[in-house]
């Protein structure tokens, strides 16, 4: 009998099922994100085909399948929609931050992968020329309570081509190996840190890394035989007092502002309203009105989709308190002079960087003139701390010291250096 039974359980171990088995296993990202109207949501990647179930509050909870394995998705994506309170959630034994109904401390950043495109190749195996690594540890130290990523998250578009560029070995294109070189690994100390937005980018248009976006990412459900869509309607993440409004313009040209874009955006701000009475902090990647400079003494700004769209829409609605964005790779906290809502962008988080002009004051961009305005200059991210009656936004520096501090009262941002 005792040898009959080790037989039995050697070949019951032969034969155990793939899928029970690898519900062993870690998973090999897991994360936990917030969903349109007020949910929230946890995601994994893992290496079987079925899902495992969700430890939430001790009890087992089942997984669906958001996304079944493919050629360049070559794992399952599981998801489960989180109870509106929880103590305690784990997936496969890997515990996962829980949300709060009214985070204190955000953490903002943005535009953090490595750009490989054509002949421009940044240095991805080197911290100091891609720091978004260092950037993503420094932020998780911060112990968040919620972080936005403003949007662009894969910028591995093209192979590395060339030994002495920094590069080798670096995977390509919208598919997971270059998801997980260029974001889920060195977010991995922010993904166990605190629930994400994900707002999209340009980056993350469907001519680019669109599939893979709304895959992982998007906040809606996925279905891989529908064509993939440039644009999700906008939707609201309760901020206790405040309202975060995500809207997705990642496709809204800067230059040019073609006829049905613009009034599909300006869709999107009339439909402001209906997302909060109260206050609004407001989430895309492009400005509306950012600066930038292309040298030569060169300082231009404003995206004229998103221009055309506020101003066909009667302004953007007064209840909105902040907007952040991304886009530009540089910070900047600007004031406008004709009653807009102060513009933060945060496009620091590790693409190469752009420049502009240190003060911005006094420049126009479109038909608004900049009453107050900073930018600065290098990697980091932005802390953004509940400080009655507004917020205190932190900008920090690569070497994890606070290097401005603004402050968010009455629609006006107060920055030390302007």
Same mark, same amino acid.
């Given at each position: 009998m005792h040898r009959q039974f080790w037989l039995i359980l050697i070949l019951s171990v032969g034969l155990w099922p793939h899928d029970v088995a690898a519900e062993t296993q870690a998973p090999i990202a897991a994360w936990v994100q917030m969903a349109p109207g007020q949910a929230s949501e946890a995601r994994a990647v893992i290496s079987g085909k079925a899902c495992p179930g969700a430890t939430i509050d001790g009890h087992q909870a089942p997984m669906r399948l958001r996304a079944a394995?493919?050629?360049?998705?070559?794992?399952?994506?599981?998801?489960?929609?989180?109870?509106?309170?929880? *103590? #305690? /959630?784990?997936? /496969?034994?890997?515990?996962?931050?829980?949300?709060?109904?009214?985070?204190?401390?955000?953490? &903002? /950043?943005?535009?953090?992968?490595?750009?490989?495109?054509?002949?421009?190749?940044?240095?991805? $195996?080197?911290?100091?020329?891609?720091?978004?690594? *260092?950037?993503?540890?420094?932020? %998780?130290?911060?112990?968040?309570d919620l972080i936005i990523h403003v949007g662009d998250y894969l910028y591995r578009e093209s192979p590395c081509r060339l030994a002495l560029a920094g590069c080798g070995g670096s995977p390509s294109g919208d598919r997971w190996e270059s998801w997980k070189a260029d974001?889920?690994?060195p977010a991995a100390p922010l993904l166990a840190a605190a629930p994400f937005v994900f707002v999209r980018g340009n980056h993350e248009e469907c001519a680019r890394s669109g599939a893979g976006w709304l895959r992982l990412l998007g906040p809606l459900n996925f279905d891989p035989v529908q064509p993939c869509t440039d644009h999700i309607a906008p939707y609201g993440v309760g901020l206790g007092a405040a309202t975060l409004a995500v809207v997705d313009d990642a496709h809204a040209p800067d230059i040019a502002a073609p006829g049905d874009l613009i009034n599909l955006y300006r869709a999107d701000f009339a439909a402001l309203h209906l997302l909060s009475p109260g206050p609004i902090i407001l989430a895309m990647?492009?400005?509306?009105?950012?600066?930038?400079?292309?040298?030569?003494?060169?300082?231009?700004?404003?995206?004229?989709?998103?221009?055309?769209? #506020?101003?066909?829409?009667?302004?953007?609605?007064? $209840?909105?308190?902040?907007?952040?964005?991304?886009?530009?790779?540089?910070?900047?906290? &600007? $004031?406008?002079?004709?009653?807009?809502?102060?513009?933060?962008? %945060?496009?620091?988080?590790?693409?190469?960087?752009?420049?502009?002009? *240190?003060d911005l004051s006094g420049r126009h961009v479109g038909a608004l003139k900049i009453a107050s305005g900073l930018s600065l200059p290098g990697y980091g991210f932005l802390v953004m701390t509940r400080s009655d009656p507004g917020w205190a936004i932190d900008v920090m520096g690569l070497d994890g010291k606070r290097e401005e501090r603004c402050m968010l009262r009455d629609r006006r941002l107060d920055c030390r250096a302007s």
């Open positions: 394995a493919g050629s360049l998705f070559p794992h399952a994506l599981c998801a489960v929609t989180l109870p509106s309170h929880l *103590r #305690q /959630l784990a997936i /496969l034994g890997h515990a996962l931050p829980i949300p709060k109904v009214a985070p204190e401390r955000i953490v &903002i /950043l943005g535009d953090t992968g490595c750009r490989i495109k054509g002949l421009v190749m940044q240095a991805c $195996n080197d911290p100091a020329k891609w720091p978004f690594p *260092r950037v993503a540890a420094l932020a %998780a130290a911060t112990k968040p974001f889920f690994d990647h492009r400005p509306v009105w950012g600066v930038v400079s292309f040298g030569f003494g060169i300082v231009v700004g404003g995206n004229r989709t998103m221009m055309a769209a #506020q101003d066909d829409a009667g302004g953007i609605p007064s $209840n909105v308190i902040l907007m952040l964005a991304g886009h530009i790779h540089t910070f900047e906290a &600007i $004031n406008y002079a004709k009653g807009a809502p102060p513009q933060i962008i %945060a496009g620091e988080g590790g693409d190469l960087l752009d420049q502009a002009p *240190r």
